[in-house]
């Protein structure tokens, strides 16, 4: 966990909902109330943020009370208690949302990732997630997509240069997009791995005849043609598939013998798993 980052986190978001001040606990509760909650899983699956959670709850009140019983990664069913939390009422009711709206959506990716990575546990093929996050969520989802047994691809543009059919469009094509990649590389002293992306099995020979990359993406490829580039490839790169591949799907691209398989419905079109904070 990168704590800085998530401080920062926790601070823009915790300003976004409170500014000056949560003024129907104010109004309603007692100032000095005390009071205790936990935290309730409402449906099965893999739980996700509870240190997240409990860095909220420190931030809002270091003086709040966190007992945690069950950690990241862990199978939840309807019924499980994840936290109990007791202190200041108003503290409680300030985190609360928050952790929730985190702990929910995290929840869900490493659910989905979770329910993925097991229907490919007899291949060799590893699920990657994507670029297609929620803007200023990118840690966190990306962090659930951990949890839930899945692989990081680069985090940003900065990690990884991927070149993809814009890129290779604009540059005039395949090989002038390797060379300017491997240049720059060279140039600016950097040590970043080269991935490209290729659209059909002309472009993965051109590829094939320039070099000088450390991995394939094949997009949208037909079962048939993927199978095919993955022969061409013969194990001289790691192999990618994207593109329209799904959780009824998966097995099938896998089968066809590519390393990663990325999947960008881990993070953009997820469904948040039903957790409540309760007071008790």
């Known amino acids: 966990m990168d704590i800085q980052l998530i401080h920062q986190f926790i601070k823009n978001a915790l300003a976004e909902d409170v500014g000056d001040g949560d003024h129907t606990s104010l109004s309603t509760i007692p100032a000095g109330t005390q009071g205790k909650a936990k935290l309730i899983i409402k449906e099965a699956g893999i739980l996700a943020g509870m ?18 019983l069950l950690q990241d990664g862990a199978e939840v069913k309807v019924g499980d208690i994840g936290l109990t939390v007791s202190g200041s009422t108003h503290s409680i ?25 097991s229907l490919l546990k007899d291949t060799k093929t590893k699920i990657l997630d994507t670029r297609k996050t929620t803007p200023g969520l990118r840690y966190l989802e990306k962090w659930a997509v951990r949890i839930g ?45 080269i991935e490209i ?19 394939i993406m094949l997009d949208n490829f037909s079962f048939e043609n993927l199978r095919a580039a993955v022969k061409l490839i013969d194990g001289k790169f790691i192999t990618e598939a994207s593109g329209g ?33 309760k007071a008790y």
Do not use: P, W
């Not at 931030?59 to 709040?64: F, G, N």
């Not at 985190?95 to 990575?117: D, F, P, W, Y």
């Not at 491997?182 to 040590?191: E, G």
């Open 149 to 193: 047994g899945g692989v990081n691809h680069r985090i940003g543009l900065y990690d990884m240069i991927l070149i993809k059919d814009n890129h290779v469009d604009y540059a005039g094509g395949i090989a002038n997009a390797i060379k300017a990649a491997q240049k720059y590389i060279v140039d600016q002293q950097k040590k970043l791995q």
């Open 93 to 117: 009711l300030i985190a609360e949302r928050l952790v929730l709206n985190c702990m929910q959506r995290m929840s869900g990716i490493a659910t989905k990732t979770h329910r993925i990575v």
């Open 245 to 277: 591949i799904t959780e009824e799907n998966v097995t099938e691209y896998a089968a066809c013998g590519v390393d990663f398989i990325s999947m960008g419905a881990l993070t953009h079109s997820v469904k948040s798993l039903d957790i409540s904070l």
């Open 197 to 215: 992306e290729v659209r059909n099995i002309e472009e993965l020979s051109q590829v094939l005849a320039v070099g000088g990359v450390d991995r």
């Open 51 to 68: 240190d997240l959670a409990v860095e909220i709850f420190k931030e809002v009140d270091a003086d709040l009370k966190i007992e945690v």
